[in-house]
C-alpha cells in the first residue's frame, strides 16, 4: 500500500506524513528482508530529501535505490530516474541530469509508461535552462501541451509553473502570469498542496491575485 499512499504524500507535499509511512515500511522491509521494499523506501526517501531542499542527500539514496531495483524491482525505475534527474538540476549537474533523463525516456518509448512524460519534458526544460539553452522554453511548452494531451491538470500545472518562471526572466512576466493563472483557475480542490501553494505565490508575486472560485469552494488569500 506504501508504494501507492507514499507518493500522494509527497505530491501534496505533505513530507512528514510520508516519512512516517516509509519507516513503517522499512522495518517490515529489513524484517523479512523484502529487497524490493527496501529499495522502495530508499527511492521515496530519496524523493522527499530532494524537495527538502537536501538533493545531494536525495541523490545518492536514488542511486542505491535504482541499484537494487534494478535486478528484482524494475517497475520503479523510471519513477526514481525522474526523481534522480531532479536532484542532478538542483545540484547543477546538468550533463547527468540529461543523461538521466534520456535513460528514462527511452524506458517511456520502450514500455509505454506514458504518464511520465509531461515530467520528464518538464525537468529537460528545467536542465536547458541552467544550460542557457534555445531550446529550454519550446521543450517546456512541450511538457506543458503533453500534460494538456493526457488530460493531467497536476503536471500542466507542474509545467505551467516552469513556464512563467522562465517567462518571468525573461521579461515576459505578463506571459507568464497569464499563462499560469489561467491554469490555477482551472482547480477546485487541493489549495494546501504544495504546487497550488506554490502557484498561488507566484502569482502574488507578480501581482496577480489568483482567480476567485465562484463555486464557493475555499480559495487561498493573498498572505499564503
Request: charged share 25%; proline share 4%; aromatic share 6%.
Amino acid at each position: 500500500i506504501a508504494f501507492w499512499t507514499v507518493p500522494v504524500f509527497i505530491w501534496a507535499g505533505n513530507c512528514d506524513r510520508a516519512e512516517t509511512a516509509l519507516e513503517r515500511l522499512s522495518i517490515r522491509a529489513a524484517k523479512f528482508s523484502l529487497q524490493p521494499y527496501q529499495a522502495m523506501a530508499l527511492g521515496q526517501l530519496g524523493g522527499i530529501a530532494i524537495q527538502r531542499g537536501d538533493p545531494a542527500r536525495g541523490v545518492l539514496l536514488l542511486e542505491e535505490a535504482l541499484r537494487i531495483a534494478g535486478t528484482s524491482y524494475a517497475m520503479v525505475t523510471t519513477g526514481y530516474l525522474k526523481d534522480l534527474a531532479d536532484g542532478l538540476i538542483a545540484l547543477s549537474r546538468i550533463a547527468e541530469a540529461l543523461d538521466v533523463l534520456d535513460q528514462a525516456s527511452a524506458r517511456v518509448n520502450a514500455n509505454g509508461e506514458l504518464l511520465h512524460l509531461p515530467e520528464l519534458l518538464r525537468l529537460r526544460g528545467e536542465a536547458l535552462v541552467q544550460a542557457g539553452s534555445a531550446d529550454a522554453e519550446p521543450t517546456l511548452r512541450a511538457a506543458l501541451d503533453e500534460a494538456r494531451r493526457q488530460e493531467a491538470p497536476a503536471w500542466e500545472l507542474r509545467a505551467a509553473i516552469s513556464v512563467c518562471r522562465l517567462l518571468q526572466t525573461c521579461g515576459r512576466a505578463d506571459e507568464g502570469g497569464e499563462l499560469l493563472g489561467a491554469t490555477y483557475a482551472r482547480f477546485r480542490e487541493g489549495f494546501d498542496t504544495a504546487d497550488l501553494l506554490a502557484s498561488a505565490k507566484l502569482l502574488d508575486e507578480l501581482g496577480r491575485t489568483p482567480a476567485q472560485d465562484t463555486t464557493g469552494l475555499r480559495r487561498p488569500s493573498r498572505s499564503v
